[in-house]
């Protein structure tokens, strides 16, 4: 019953350098990720924009990845306190998936890290406000370190044709930058940081866009920006997105605040490998999640197939249940799969019931009962 | 052109208790505050709304003013080191305003605290994730208290006939709250603090809903105050509302994101009273704040009356600019006034143009220029 409701429009809606453009390509939903517009329609199907990011190249506002600059003597030391990964073998130009926990061990964001320098990171975040955290901890710390919000605003390109269009715009170069590493490039006499990354299952970069100088206007040169891209992009198909739900589901590619909570652990949520035990460095949370990897988790994330109608993108969780009607989970992001031809979802699901192959009932929000099975993530190929 | 961009819904932007309710009325906007959904309007125009919150008595799901829990021994060393406003003197049952600062004496926050006993505080927030911010510092200075989001969803009882309203459900007792006082009152068995507050010029009582034990259903329990109180109030010309913003603009109140952000102190913000340089306690920002005030400030928060036809709610900051077209400032919440009949709005003005009854142009969006008049906050009866 929430199809048709407007978001009003207001400056703590914070809009993007691209939002103009966004609105000329006509967009039909936004949604609101660390006070910021994130596009989340144009005017073709969730459907048919899965099946274009698949074959050929999209470019989305996702602004909303807001970064928090960190730098100074104490820089490095405050980001590795801020995550149970690893950050010793970091170098220069990498870009790090880290969880980020609470003194519970409980999730409170799960950020891409970009090491810019020994004294210069960017925590590019998902929706919640790690600059008030990082400030307030390094305040208390009393750390010697300089934390802000740059006027950083990424664009991502996704698709198979992402790299084509890409060296099309800004040479060669483009190609020898790996998976999860950047490169600065230039874009009219500007640097820019490109990241081969992105919230899609396909190939892809992002283009963390920021004017350097004063005297260029922000959103001018964030419309040159796209227009230079869009132009290029025309001979390859190109169109506006956004994040798929359809990809991001089958690739599974978690949402925080949708799929996991601080609420729950990064085990829970198969980060298991960004928290090994052998860690030596001191990190929020220590104590606590080594009391979890030590008595086990009692739920964790998992895919599961199920049948029934096509299901449209799920507004709120559903219920999962054994076939004696007892709770066993939830499925926090779902919708149909027109590769796999079932509908699919995020879930998670008690241990006794977590096992590959399981099957398990899921509830409809009208209350309408379909079989299912758990699979393990991402969804197979 | 963004009037009909509908809200993407998930589970991210979180439904409240009375969301089902909010629903049923019809509600046609929302937005999103604290990754909660705010409803922003009903079937009714902004006028129409303004006109029955100024006669009538409404309801509003403002369960977005999410609280911060703080408890333990350290509990008030922490909260008086979020803010200079001085605690020294509340005492239990009361409702302070409370700027709170960063490090550089900007504004991060503008709550409301309420002092639950001497070691338990709730800050009431505006649109910024204090949890973290609170936590982060908490940890850094290892003090000893405990941080949560308690299940706590605010409902707004607005308008002048909000006291014969809340009388009729809760009792005489009512009565006795004075503004910005709480009381914990009885509702079937439940204990609930209720406050004389709200984000209105009107009278009115903000209910803290809260279910104390694990058995009641939080949804349940939250239609039933909703359809106890709307029973209570038919007779009384009772209506779904919210924040009015013709009401909230006549009153100067303030909305963080939209007039201030973290680029502005407090003495802009006209909140001097809760920054004396008397006060002797340590807070963050302090020697920031006392800088400004040595140095006094450039800019101060304003109201304009100026001219033209009707003008909606403004969705984005309007240039204010002198006669010979310098910049002075910016609109950062504008509308049309039914009762001053003209427009009006809160904008921050440079120094040599804030003195009262300034002449000055207001540029709309679309470039029309506009005669106005700098005037005091809120704006005259």
Redesign the interface.
Known sequence: ?????????????R?TPYTNRV?EHG??????VN?MLLP??FKNSVEEDYWHLSKNVQMWDVSCQRQVQISGPDAFKLVQKLTPRSLKDMETGKCFYIPML??NAGM?NDPVLLKLDDDMFWISIA????L???????????LNVNIIEPDVYPLAIQGPKAEQLMVSVFGEEIKKIKFFNFRVVDFLGTKQVVARSGYSKQDGFEIYFKVHEDHFNITEMGEKLWDTLWDAGKNLNISPGCPNLIDRIEGGLM????DFTRENNPLECNLDKYCKSDNSHDF?GKTALSKIQNHGIKQKMRGIIFNGSATK?T???LKVLTEDGVEIGQI??GIYSPRIKKNIGLSMILKDYWNLGQSVIVQMLDGEKRNGTITSLPFPD
Request: charged content about 25%; hydrophobic content about 35%.
């Open positions: 019953m929430s199809k048709n409701i407007k978001l009003n429009m207001s400056r703590r809606i809009r609105e967009v039909s939903d936004f949604t609101v006070h989340k329609g609470n003194e409170i929706d919640s406000d790690i008030l955290w990082a400030k307030g901890y390094a305040l208390g710390l009393n949402s925080y605040g949708n929020i993108a507004s709120q969780p926090t992001s």
